[in-house]
């Protein structure tokens, strides 16, 4: 069921980049802009999840990063972007929606382009919130051994439907085993996703092509308020990813997702919303 609280998707000229971006709710209330990891495209942040949040009070951004979805696709193997980038275009969809600042959520490999942001645009920060990310740091677990050994191989990318079941599968490895996963809604969503993407070979490689030069910002220097939110299941960065994360950032919490992966599972949606909507209810100190 839904309230219809989508405003639509449209294309919007960033920077060097045409980019899809679609928001749920009011304009007038505060903004969360919700950027997404590696290879996935805005759909991966459910329109269901999204409408959650936007009923909550929020205006609910979220896009297709580069080389997802509907947004600008470059050459497989030729990124024409860096982190630095990604970060700017972020930017650049609060600058076309008029919104001065916002409530940042990254996923995954997108919890740079937060810290980025974070780090030297702190005005445009209300507050952060990172998901199944990491500091990085040297010393913490390397993917569970699971993850590796039940990664599907390469597919024919020239059939959709080997994608398809490509992504099918990388999803339920990194879910952990989550008893969460739920490969039939997973399958669907992948659909939808493989038939609205410009180029999947892109999609499946460029993001870890690019340069990541401004990752190496210190999350220490984070000044807004910070959530972390961390699947115990999660075979991709395993908990002492989160706890680190958290112990990083001056005055952060986390929020431990149990019989959460690598993602978000939609069960696990009555904890995470609540949890947010409480962080996003304020903002700088």
Same mark, same amino acid.
């Given at each position: ?164 079941? *490509? #992504?099918? +599968? ?5 879910? /952990? @085993?989550? =008893? ?91 904890? *995470? #919303?609540? +949890? ?5 209810? /304020? @903002?700088? =100190?």
């Amino acid at each position: 069921m839904t309230d219809h609280l989508s405003n639509g998707e449209k294309l919007v000229g960033i920077n060097d980049a045409e980019l899809c971006v679609e928001t749920f709710g009011n304009p007038a209330n505060p903004a969360i802009l919700l950027i997404d990891g590696a290879t996935a495209s805005m759909l991966w942040w459910e329109a269901e999840l999204c409408e959650q949040i936007a009923r909550g009070g929020r205006f609910v951004i979220r896009y297709d990063n580069r080389d997802t979805g509907r947004s600008t696709s470059y050459p497989p193997g030729r990124p024409g972007y860096t982190y630095t980038d990604l970060a700017g275009d972020a930017l650049g969809i609060l600058d076309a929606l008029n919104v001065e600042s916002a409530h940042i959520v990254c996923r995954s490999m997108s919890g740079g382009i937060g810290l980025i942001i974070g780090v030297d645009h702190p005005d445009r920060v209300e507050s952060l919130t990172f998901v199944s990310t990491s500091t990085g740091e040297d010393g913490l677990p390397p993917s569970s051994d699971e993850l590796t050994s039940d990664m599907p191989a390469e597919p024919d990318l020239s059939d959709p439907r080997a994608a398809v079941d *490509f #992504v099918v +599968a990388s999803a339920k490895a990194c879910s /952990g @085993g989550s =008893p969460y996963f739920d490969e039939t809604a997973t399958r669907a969503l992948v659909e939808r996703d493989v038939a609205r993407t410009r180029d999947v070979a892109a999609t499946l490689v460029n993001h870890y092509m690019m340069s990541f030069e401004g990752s190496s910002r210190d999350f220490g220097s984070i000044k807004a308020p910070t959530l972390v939110v961390h699947g115990d299941h999660d075979p991709v960065c395993p908990l002492p990813h989160g706890h680190a994360l958290r112990d990083a950032i001056p005055g952060a919490t986390l929020l431990t997702l149990e019989g959460a992966g690598h993602d978000l599972p939609k069960p696990l949606w009555d904890v *995470f #919303v609540p +949890a947010l909507l409480q962080h996003t209810a /304020g @903002g700088r =100190p």
